[in-house]
Nanobody
Framework: EIQLVESGGGLVQAGGSLRLSCAAS????????IGWFRQAPGKEREGVAC????????YYADSVKGRFTISSDNAKNTVYLQMNSLKPQDTAVYYC???????????????????WGQGTQVTVSS
């Protein structure tokens, strides 16, 4: 069973930093992508960043470029999202997702994401 478990969310002041982790298990695919998405109250889910397992290439939403960094530790099957210079508008539930396995799912960064974690809340106070 594919499982994605997020951690690291919390409350931080504007300008601060958080690092989210996504522990992935239950699959042995060689070519896939892990993405981070977020959903704020009353808004649609949006892609934030993703990373390809094949070459480590990354893709970012314009709203987070220069502030967020996605990385992976393949030995630990974990993907991280380092979030710096946080803004109140970054407040949302953050989800990690597994993609690149099919043509179905939420499209972002050239991949279709169709397996999701349970989410972790990030709140940025002004």
């Amino acid at each position: 069973e594919i499982q994605l478990v997020e951690s690291g969310g919390g409350l931080v002041q504007a300008g601060g930093s958080l690092r989210l982790s996504c522990a992935a298990s239950g699959f042995t695919f060689d070519d896939y992508a892990i993405g981070w998405f977020r959903q704020a109250p009353g808004k649609e889910r949006e892609g934030v960043a993703c990373i390809s397992s094949s070459d480590g290439s990354t893709y970012y939403a314009d709203s987070v470029k220069g502030r967020f960094t996605i990385s992976s530790d393949n030995a630990k099957n974990t993907v991280y999202l380092q979030m710096n210079s946080l803004k109140p508008q970054d407040t949302a539930v953050y989800y990690c997702a597994l993609g690149g396995l099919s043509a179905m799912g939420v499209h972002f960064g050239g991949f279709e994401f169709d397996y999701w974690g349970q989410g972790t809340q990030v709140t940025v106070s002004s």
